[in-house]
C-alpha cells in the first residue's frame, strides 16, 4: 500500500525566513510525486510534478526536489500570501491492483507566514 | 480555460433531501473525479469516469450517486445523507485516466461545501 508522511504538521515562519518542508513516501512504481497547494475552502492547485530521483522544479520562490524515499518543498524569502496548506501526494503504479494508479496523499503541512 | 468550475459553493440541506452538485471543464479532458474532504484531512477519492465511463467507485454508500453526462460535466446526486457526510466535495479532472500506466496532473475545481443538517 502506497504512504505520504509530510512533516512537520504546522510551520510558522517570519516573511522572510526560508525553510523546508518534507515529504516521505513508500510507494509501488513511482509514477510522479506531486505538489499541490491548498486555501481555506478551496480546492488543491497544482504545483509540481517530479518523476524520478534527483529531479528539482522551481516557481518563483518555491523549489521541489526529489530523492528515492522524500521530497522537499523549499520555500525561499516567504510572503505572506505563500500561507497555504501544502500537499504532497504519490502516484503509483497499478501493482495488482493494489492502488490502480490512484493518487495517495499526505496530510499536509499549514504554513503560517508572518508580516 | 483551465477552470473545473462547480456549483454550487455552497450547500445545505436535511437528511431526507435529493439535491445534486455539479462540474464542469472545458479543457478537453476525459477523466473526472469525485473527492471528499474532510476539515484538515487530505482529499480522499471517491469516484473516477474515464471517457464517460464510471471506472472506479472507493466503495461509496448509494446514497452517492454519480453520472457523467458528457466528457464536459460530472454530477453527484445526493439522498438521505448523514451529518458525517458534512465535507467539501472535490471535482477534478485529468487528460485521461491511465489507472497506473503514466502519471496524470489533477487540476481541481474549487468544490461544494456540504452541510447535512
Known amino acids: 500500500e502506497d504512504q505520504v508522511t509530510q512533516s512537520p504538521e504546522a510551520l510558522r515562519l517570519q516573511e522572510g525566513e526560508s525553510s523546508s518542508l518534507n515529504c516521505s513516501y513508500t510507494?509501488?512504481?513511482?509514477?510522479?510525486l506531486f505538489w499541490y497547494r491548498q486555501d481555506p475552502g478551496k480546492g488543491p492547485e497544482f504545483l509540481f510534478t517530479?518523476?524520478?530521483a534527483g529531479e528539482e522544479k522551481e516557481k518563483e520562490r518555491l523549489k521541489a526536489t526529489l530523492t528515492k524515499k522524500e521530497s522537499f518543498l523549499h520555500i525561499t524569502a516567504p510572503k505572506p500570501e505563500d500561507s497555504a496548506t501544502y500537499l504532497c501526494a504519490v502516484q503509483g503504479a497499478n501493482a495488482g491492483g493494489t492502488s490502480y494508479g490512484k493518487l495517495t496523499f499526505g496530510q499536509g503541512t499549514i504554513l503560517t507566514v508572518h508580516p | 480555460d483551465t477552470e473545473v468550475t462547480q456549483t454550487p459553493k455552497h450547500l445545505v440541506m436535511g437528511m431526507t433531501n435529493k439535491k445534486s452538485l455539479k462540474c464542469e471543464q472545458h479543457m478537453g479532458h476525459r477523466a473526472m473525479y469525485w473527492y471528499k474532504q474532510k476539515a484538515k484531512k487530505p482529499p480522499e477519492l471517491m469516484f473516477v469516469?474515464?471517457?464517460?465511463?464510471?471506472?472506479i467507485n472507493e466503495s461509496v454508500p448509494s446514497r452517492f450517486s454519480p453520472e457523467c453526462p458528457n466528457s464536459s460535466l460530472l454530477n453527484l446526486h445526493l439522498h438521505a445523507l448523514q451529518p458525517e457526510d458534512s465535507a467539501l466535495y472535490l471535482c477534478a479532472s485529468s487528460q485521461v485516466w491511465a489507472g497506473g500506466a503514466t502519471n496524470e496532473k489533477l487540476f481541481f475545481g474549487s468544490g461544494t461545501q456540504l452541510s447535512v443538517l
Open positions: 510507494v509501488s512504481g513511482l509514477r510522479g
Open positions: 517530479l518523476y524520478s
Open positions: 469516469y474515464s471517457y464517460e465511463k464510471l471506472s
